[in-house]
């Protein structure tokens, strides 16, 4: 249905839609839908009792639509993978702009268990802090799995011509093992700013007229924010980033977590604090 979609809107074919919009913009020259290809592997079935396995010859997906029906190599697909990784506006090896590709990794369903979900076109699964994108894929001979760590920008692609390899398990055991140690061999090191103490003026309550309250706090040169109301302490940091800008961090996420905050200063007071495109002022 979304390749039908795709065909009506674009008035392309798909095979000619990925052509155009994915494959020759990242490089993808081993890639192709539909087509008979002479390096193509060997497709197998399960294996039997007896040891033996069925052959699968070369079948026209066309039936399932985009479905399947995708022929590639891992250096193709890790240049799909990387392209999930890139930032800006959509353009050359930008197949979407940076808005569109997190609307995509986000979830849009999830199981009831609260570990895995499904985004757009991508499964989604937690486990423990990391969050993984990514989609398997199986045909008559063929089974594939896509995993990608994108906070550490690390993929994992399994490509198999049987129908009893498992590749989702090849791949959580890749990723926990070379991939876990790829992320941690190329991670930058973290920027860190010094605590400065005259962000000490930043300290106050801040809120607006009929609307809730926020007290920024000293704890240990570190600037916190804090419920005044709340029946236990809870708080959200707010990390220094330079130029006087900070971001509110916090381990359970959602609300403004993530956010620029910034406080605005008007005859050597302070006045407000803004938290992305909104604010409170400085009550006292």
């Known amino acids: 249905l979304a390749g039908m ?12 839609y990925l052509q155009e919009n994915i494959f020759d913009p990242l490089g993808m020259n081993a890639s192709s839908v539909d087509m008979p290809d ?13 040891g033996s396995r069925l052959v699968f ?11 399947t029906g995708l022929t590639s190599t891992v250096p193709d697909m890790a240049r799909f993978v990387s392209a999930q990784f890139r930032e800006g506006p959509r353009g050359g090896d930008r197949l979407l702009s940076t808005p569109s590709l997190r609307e995509m990794h986000r979830v849009r369903m999830l199981e009831n268990h609260w570990q895995s979900g499904q985004g757009i076109g ?8 990391k ?13 594939t799995n896509t995993s990608i760590q994108l906070d550490s920008e690390v ?28 992320a941690e061999a190329t991670a930058p090191e973290p920027e860190h700013v ?13 809120g607006r007229e009929g609307r809730g309250r926020t007290r920024v706090l000293v704890m240990n040169e570190r600037l916190v924010t804090m419920n005044p109301w709340a029946s236990s302490i809870g708080t959200t940091e ?38 992305g495109d909104s604010y409170v002022v400085r009550i006292r």
């Open 155 to 182: 993929g994992v692609i399994v490509l198999t011509n049987t129908n009893d390899s498992n590749p989702s398990q090849i791949g959580r055991e890749l990723m926990s093992t070379v991939g876990e140690a790829v």
């Open 131 to 143: 969050l993984y994108v990514g989609h398997g894929g199986g045909y008559p001979g063929f089974t």
């Open 57 to 67: 010859p070369f079948v026209d997906a066309r039936g399932m639509a985009a479905a």
């Open 238 to 275: 707010l990390e220094p980033l330079g130029d006087g800008t900070f971001r509110m961090l916090a381990p359970t996420g959602g609300g403004a977590v993530g956010e620029i905050v910034r406080f605005v200063e008007e005859n050597g007071e302070v006045v407000r604090m803004v938290t």
């Open 5 to 16: 979609i795709v065909e009506e809107v674009s008035g392309m074919g798909w095979a000619d």
């Open 122 to 129: 991508f499964s989604v699964r937690r486990i423990e802090d």
């Open 38 to 50: 002479p390096q193509l592997a060997t497709g197998y079935g399960s294996r039997m009792p007896d």
């Open 194 to 206: 010094a605590w400065d103490p005259a962000w000490e003026r930043f300290a106050g309550l801040y």
